[in-house]
């Protein structure tokens, strides 16, 4: 049943860098469904990705983003069960015209959970790999995808450089909740003090995960995951309620090869890579990335990436690392709607 959303306040346009930019005038119906797609797993067996699959209503854009959450998170952290209008980037890019794919990476939410430690980065890319394969034939709501941007978050941003280095198969990527040169001190405490194995978890215990997936402890992800002074309290209680588990060996991997040593050299195609200002696990002092704006953050990032990237980069103001469920997220999307347009040529009326 579609969903209804408030209506769009957007009565005029404006004319930026020559380009006319609309916004949907009227009340948008939106389409959300959920289905589970066939990849190879770790050994080379079947497996499934599970998705949710969100459009507006009518005409199928010929444009599909694919969304892939990072560690400890699934696809809700795209579509947060908590005041949508205003945190779910699945909900806000349909109100605008756009189609969105969000992924439970293998191992979390509706996706296969296989044995962890084969499942590295390798796989995790393939399987991405694979999924967008389904959305280019069309095996996604009957809408064969003309175009198709990869759009990572934290631990999601390693796996979706490497996938597009490896397969060169998408026309643009978002990398969020990353840079090169994370803190490690930020890192090996959140990792010490706020991992445990999911097993030993209230919530995911019942899963029957092996004991190299991993989760954070209760109550840990406010002070790794969110600038609290920039966030309602209730999405941090909707987060902690939706969290998932993570393969701490394939996290490894991705840190390693998909994130410090960079696999985003081989990115041929323009890249958005947005931050919070906030984030202590890749930004400040230890991190040696001064996150206070775009202008200050993309001389640092540019060396890992080609000319071809024509690198963006965005920083939201006040925002901890999980910037999407920040109280004002919603300009971190509409910056990414303007990437999207100048960059990629992804436009909607």
């Known amino acids: 049943m579609p969903l209804k959303l408030a209506a769009v306040v957007a009565a005029c346009c404006a004319l930026l860098g020559g380009f006319l930019v609309a916004a949907p005038a009227a009340a948008v119906e939106i389409r959300c469904s959920d289905l589970d797609l066939p990849v190879t797993g770790p050994l080379g067996g079947p497996a499934t990705v599970h998705g949710r699959f ?89 809408t064969p995808f003309e175009k198709v941007v990869i759009v990572g978050h934290s631990v999601g ?27 490690v001190p930020a890192l090996t405490l959140g990792v010490a003090l706020g991992l445990q194995p999911a097993f030993a978890d209230d919530k995911l215990g019942s899963v029957g995960s092996d004991p190299l997936y991993f989760t954070t402890r209760p109550g840990a992800r406010a002070g790794l995951f969110y600038a609290t002074e920039n966030t309602d309290p209730r999405v941090i209680e909707a987060d902690e309620a939706t969290k998932d588990q993570v393969a701490v060996l394939g996290m490894g991997t991705v840190a390693v090869f998909g994130i410090v040593l960079p696999a985003t050299k081989a990115i041929r195609v323009p890249v958005f890579q947005a931050v919070g200002e906030k984030d202590i696990l890749f930004c400040g002092l230890f991190a040696l990335r001064d996150c206070s704006s775009a202008e200050t953050l993309r001389p640092a990032e540019a060396p890992f990436y080609r000319p071809e990237a024509e690198l963006s980069t965005y920083v939201l103001s006040g925002a901890g690392h999980s910037l999407a469920l920040h109280r004002n997220a919603s300009q971190y999307r509409d910056a990414t709607r303007v990437w999207l347009r100048d960059k990629v040529g992804i436009a909607v009326s």
């Open 54 to 142: 969100c459009l507006p209503e009518g005409p199928a854009p010929k444009a599909v983003q694919l969304l892939v959450h990072g560690g400890t998170y699934n696809s809700a952290y795209w579509d947060l069960p908590y005041d949508p209008d205003r945190y779910s980037y699945q909900r806000d890019m349909a109100k605008h015209g756009y189609a969105t794919f969000a992924a439970d990476q293998l191992g979390s939410g509706g996706s296969s959970k296989p044995f962890s430690p084969p499942l590295l980065l390798p796989v995790l890319a393939r399987s991405m790999h694979e999924v967008i394969g389904h959305l280019r034939a069309g095996r996604v709501g009957g």
């Open 157 to 183: 941003s390693g796996i979706v450089a490497a996938e597009a280095s490896t397969y060169q198969d998408v026309d643009g990527v978002i990398l969020t909740g990353v840079t090169h040169l994370p803190s």
